[in-house]
């Protein structure tokens, strides 16, 4: 078996230990656990595209989890590493993620074989949309059916294709440009998508960090400020996940990335070691850092705060046992193997899982995928009233007390909420509800013993609720 088919299955077994770890605790049927836990069907698709003369044979990967919500939702990455257990673990994974964040979606992922980084752009376009002409002739793309997103190697370029495509072929369907999310803002996106699973990552472990009792266990004061941090990864999730870490006062002083890492004891400034990436095409000679050249060691160095953001796999029985890290936050999907876990959690680290705090990456295509349907921006109907109704208050309070605020002061305190306001807003209140229910969880039943766990544990139950009020399993 070649390597990535092997990391593939590897992933969906760890996956699927994670679930079944989970499932003995619900008490459901035998039947039920099982329907919820294969994949629902799979999809794939060889088809030819001819750039300059040339004809190559690409394949494509849908995978489609569960149905008990619609549409499905989940990415689709570009790698010559795809395999069919790999989409299937993903899309697995996006099943339980939506539901322990209340997403009202059912999990799906996708892959196709073709390397983003060595292919032109009109190689990438043809790939693009020719896969997206043979989702749609087996109806496995809509606003209704299966909202793929941007994934590893992708983004809203292959998202605005995606979209323009469908729209050929679905002509005059209002909803139409809810059939992808990710995409770029003049054509239907959402202000806030780009930053939201970073940011997600931040509100996560905000809110792990305001428990004394949670914290106290590892050595650890409450908050954010002055924790050190490694990330593994300094793509969209990695820097952003860095970028509000850092404002929140947590010290980022290792980046590790896949030609290279750094390391700086006195904390690194996020912003110019992404201006220094964006000129060198590397964040390595960054100026004051020490280079690590064997960037994997980096995941064993000593740091409060370990943020995998790359990709699965990552941390294995090979190196768990090294991993000196108080917290290991799981910003990618899958980078901590099952064996690897228990290693972990024998050592005392807490993990918090990647089901949870990735999540808000879907939580804003859900919020996309809303704006689709309403054809209508956030914050249009109401951002004038509320600044208005405000101004009014402020100036009462200013006649009563004979006091006249500073106009930027007052500037600030009317504003009235734009879409990136209220899907921040959003994001946020997503994300804190989610983590208080999955330590509910864990606290009411501690023989869960993890986050991982409890948070299956709850998706598993919510899903098996959706279930039985279907009338599917009576």
């Avoid at 472990?205 to 949670?214: A, G």
């Avoid at 064993?300 to 936050?329: F, R």
Wanted: contains cysteine.
């Amino acid at each position: 078996m070649s390597d990535h088919l092997e990391q593939g299955k590897k992933f969906l077994d760890t996956v699927l230990h994670y679930y079944d770890k989970a499932a003995e605790h619900t008490g459901l049927s035998k039947g039920l656990l099982e329907r919820i836990r294969h994949c629902n069907s799979v999809y794939k698709v060889t088809f030819p595209v001819e750039v300059d003369g040339e004809i190559h044979n690409i394949e494509g990967i849908r995978a489609q989890h569960s149905m008990h919500k619609l549409p499905t939702k989940g990415g689709i990455r570009y790698s010559m590493e795809v395999s069919e257990d790999e989409v299937k673990a993903l899309a697995t994974l996006m099943t339980f993620k939506c539901a322990v964040v209340n997403v009202p979606f059912g999990g799906a992922k996708g892959g196709v074989k073709i390397n983003p980084h060595i292919a032109s752009e009109e190689m990438l376009e043809k790939v693009t949309r020719r896969f997206a002409t043979e989702l749609i002739k087996k109806n496995l793309i809509g606003p209704a059916v299966d909202v793929p997103a941007p994934d590893y190697g992708t983004g809203g370029r292959e998202m605005g294709w995606i979209a323009d495509t469908y729209m050929t072929f679905k002509f005059g369907d209002t909803n139409a440009q809810g059939c992808v999310t990710g995409k770029p803002v003049g054509i239907g996106g959402i202000r806030g998508r780009t930053e939201a699973t970073g940011l997600g990552v931040f509100f996560g472990l905000r809110e792990f960090f305001k428990f004394e009792e949670d914290t106290k266990k590892l050595g650890l004061s409450t908050g954010l400020r002055g924790k050190t941090v490694i990330i593994q990864g300094f793509g969209n999730v990695g820097y952003h996940s860095a970028k509000f870490l850092a404002e929140e006062g947590a010290k980022i002083i290792g980046i590790a990335e896949y030609d290279g890492g750094i390391y700086d004891e006195n904390g690194l400034n996020i912003e110019a070691v992404d201006k220094h990436r964006r000129q060198t095409k590397s964040i390595t000679k960054f100026p004051g850092a020490t280079d690590i050249p064997d960037s994997k060691s980096m995941l064993t160095m000593a740091c409060d705060i370990l943020v995998p953001a790359a990709l699965e796999n990552q941390i294995t029985v090979e190196n768990a046992s090294e991993i000196k890290a108080k917290v290991v936050a799981e910003a990618a999907n899958g980078p901590v193997t099952m064996r690897a876990e228990e290693i972990l959690l024998e050592k005392g680290i807490t993990i918090i899982p990647d089901l949870y705090l990735n999540a808000g990456g879907v939580t804003v295509s859900y919020f996309e995928w809303l704006k689709n349907l309403q054809n209508v921006r956030f914050g249009r109907m109401g951002k004038r009233a509320d600044e208005k109704s405000f101004d009014r208050i402020i100036g009462s309070v200013e006649e009563l007390t004979g006091k006249t605020l500073d106009p930027a002061v007052r500037a600030d305190i009317t504003h009235g909420s734009d879409e990136e306001d209220i899907v921040r807003s959003g994001l946020e209140d997503t994300m804190i509800l989610a983590y208080h229910e999955m330590r509910d969880a864990l606290i009411a039943k501690p023989e869960l013993g993890d986050l991982r766990t409890a948070a299956f544990y709850i998706s598993i139950k919510k899903i098996s609720l959706s279930y039985e009020m279907l009338g599917i399993f009576p």
